[in-house]
């Protein structure tokens, strides 16, 4: 017992974790519209059948919600052909990430994941207490000959962003099997694929088969890219070993009553989804090619967002575009701390945005 500290301290290493920085959603004073490019929302917004559906559990928001989800696991289910005892809805996808870190790490171990992945899973990672261990990619993608180098005896988790935020590239299914094959079946893999929903690859799949076959597999999915975003929906699918661990840490109301009803009306909403990715796949093509036209390098994406590399010269830097287009109301989303200090993340918005982005990028350019 330190009972000579003077007040709490936290556990050793918690301090040593740099905190998520989230998108930004302001522009500077002054600005009146602003386009919000910068966390990979969707431009057509939410189902209008899930703002209904959280209009009418307004009225109920006394009654706890059911703590097992069971009505949104079964939409799931249906929708996707599973079934809903393997599976454990979240609060956001996030969430089960970090209940997954905290199930299958302890302090000693080590967990994988590539040199641009998604922020979270470093800082879940060391908040259990474990050894991040970033590996590097190869042309901005995943590396699986890097990754299986990277596994120690102490490894028990490999995370894998398939597509990756921020670069929106992937792998293909032939190589997530390769990875599985090569794993040892105590190391758990993570395949999150939180922007499946928009990628149109004959040979990506998200991992639906590889976790409902193997024992070390577990897929995570989201809501929030597909316009639920702020109600917090995400979910897991995985084998039942698993979902019964982490059923045991899990908060026994983790997925709030607004979240369930909004998330049961979404999945429903085929023609909401089927509209939304129709959009994506338009204006992803439209906007990689005019930022490519424009002379910039567009990391090859097949989520709903790009990657835009800057040149080197000052003037035109990522920090100076980043500038020029807050003051014109258009967020975009600065990757620094994805080890891309000289790119910028843009959501696909709606064409206003787009077309919007496209022209001050032209103007900027040229200044
Ligand atoms: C790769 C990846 N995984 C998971 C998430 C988490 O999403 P949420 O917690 O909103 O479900 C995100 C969100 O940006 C993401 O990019």
């Not at 670069?167 to 390769?178: A, I, K």
């Not at 975003?229 to 995985?238: D, I, T």
């Not at 590399?309 to 980043?322: I, L, Q, R, T």
């Not at 287009?325 to 258009?330: F, H, M």
Request: charged share 20%.
């Amino acid at each position: 017992m330190k009972q000579d500290q003077p007040r709490p301290t936290p556990r050793a290493g918690i301090m040593d974790i740099e905190a998520y920085v989230p998108g930004k959603s302001t522009a500077p004073a002054g600005v009146t519209k602003v386009y919000k490019l910068s966390s990979n929302e969707n431009p057509l917004g939410p189902s209008p059948k899930a703002i209904e559906a959280a209009r009418e559990v307004a009225a109920k928001l006394d009654v706890y919600p059911d703590g097992t989800a069971r009505r949104l696991r079964e939409a799931i289910a249906e929708v996707h052909g599973l079934n809903p005892a393997n599976i454990i809805c979240s609060n956001g996808s996030d969430e089960i990430l970090g209940l997954l870190a905290q199930t299958y790490l302890a302090p000693g171990d080590e967990a994988v994941f590539t040199e641009h992945a998604f922020m979270v899973y470093k800082i879940y990672i060391q908040a259990a207490g474990a050894k991040p261990v970033a590996v590097k990619e190869a042309d901005e993608r995943a590396d699986v000959d890097a990754i299986l180098a990277a596994v120690t005896p102490k490894t028990r988790i490999v995370f894998l962003a398939n597509p990756n935020n921020p670069t929106g590239t992937y792998l293909p299914f032939s190589e997530v099997r390769r990875l599985h094959a090569g794993l040892p079946k105590n190391v758990l893999l993570v395949l999150d694929a939180a922007y499946a929903e928009y990628v149109r690859r004959n040979d990506y799949e998200a991992g639906i088969e590889l976790a409902g076959s193997a024992e070390n597999v577990v897929m995570t999915r989201t809501f929030s890219k597909l316009g639920l975003g702020g109600a917090r929906v995400g979910w897991m699918y995985g084998p039942a070993h698993i979902v019964d661990a982490i059923n045991r840490i899990r908060g026994p109301f983790n997925v709030n009553a607004t979240a369930i009803e909004a998330g049961i009306a979404s999945i429903r909403d085929r023609a909401h989804i089927e509209r939304s990715v129709t959009h994506n796949e338009k204006w992803l093509a439209w906007l990689s090619a005019e930022l490519t036209g424009l002379g910039l390098h567009v990391t090859p994406s097949v989520g709903n967002f790009v990657l835009i590399h800057f040149p080197d010269d000052k003037k035109h830097s990522a920090a100076a575009a980043d500038d020029y287009l807050s003051a014109r109301g258009y967020i975009l989303r600065r990757v620094t701390g994805y080890g891309f200090p000289n790119a910028l993340r843009m959501s696909v918005g709606t064409e206003e945005a787009n077309r919007g982005v496209i022209d001050a990028l032209k103007t900027f350019l040229k200044s």
